[in-house]
Every structure is written in structure tokens, then in C-alpha cells.
């Protein structure tokens, strides 16, 4: 069974930092792009960061640019985002998808595969 697993949310000051983790398991994860995408209350889901299969292709939404990094490691499977300098409006649940296509765009109508999501939360 095809399965994206995000880990790693939690509640964190403002100012502070997270890393996310995505493990792929049923499928491997070196031929597919994968994005990260968040959904606050009352808001629709939006990209945050997208990775081609090789790592060549990084693409970044303007509110996370110089905050958030994606990286990963295919050997284990995990794509990862490291969050720092945290900001309240952060706050939402966070999911990563893969898309088969390796399009690396944060257009999630090319993601076929879903995590569940993993809240972060940014308060003081």
C-alpha cells in the first residue's frame, strides 16, 4: 500500500523551529517529486516548497522563502523542511504529497499521493 507518513509538528514559539519529515512506505520516493503543502483554519491548503526526484528543482512560496528549507535523502526514503524563524501565521496542518510525474510545482492538482498531515502550531 502507497503511504506518505508526516512526522515531526508540534508547538513551537514564535521564533522557533521545526523540521518536518515525510517517509514514503509501499512506494520509493527517488522517481517522484515531492511538495509540501499547508492548510490554516478557514483557509484553503496552499504549496509551501517542492523538490524534484534528484533535488535539482527547488521551488519555494514567497511567505517561506529564507525561512524554510527542503532537502532529501532518498537512500532512506524521507524528504524533509526545516523550519526556522517561526511565525504565527505558520500555524496549520502540514502535508507532503508525491507526484509521480516529478513536475516539481506546487500546483497540487499534479499530486497523486497524500499524507495525513501533522499539525504545527505557533504561539507564545
Known amino acids: 500500500q502507497l503511504q506518505l507518513v508526516e512526522s515531526g509538528g508540534g508547538l513551537v514559539q514564535p521564533g522557533g523551529s521545526l523540521r518536518l519529515s515525510c517517509e514514503a512506505s509501499g512506494f520509493t520516493l527517488e522517481h517522484v517529486a515531492i511538495g509540501w503543502f499547508r492548510q490554516a483554519p478557514g483557509k484553503e491548503r496552499e504549496g509551501v516548497s517542492c523538490?524534484?526526484?534528484?533535488?535539482?528543482?527547488?521551488s519555494y512560496a514567497d511567505s517561506v522563502k529564507g525561512r524554510f528549507t527542503i532537502s532529501r535523502d532518498n537512500a532512506k526514503n524521507m524528504v524533509y523542511l526545516q523550519m526556522n524563524s517561526l511565525k504565527p501565521e505558520d500555524t496549520a496542518v502540514y502535508y507532503c504529497a508525491a507526484d509521480p510525474g516529478n513536475i516539481a510545482t506546487m500546483n497540487e492538482a499534479w499530486y497523486a499521493y497524500w499524507g495525513q498531515g501533522t499539525q504545527v502550531t505557533v504561539s507564545s
Open positions: 523538490i524534484s526526484s534528484r533535488g535539482g528543482s527547488i
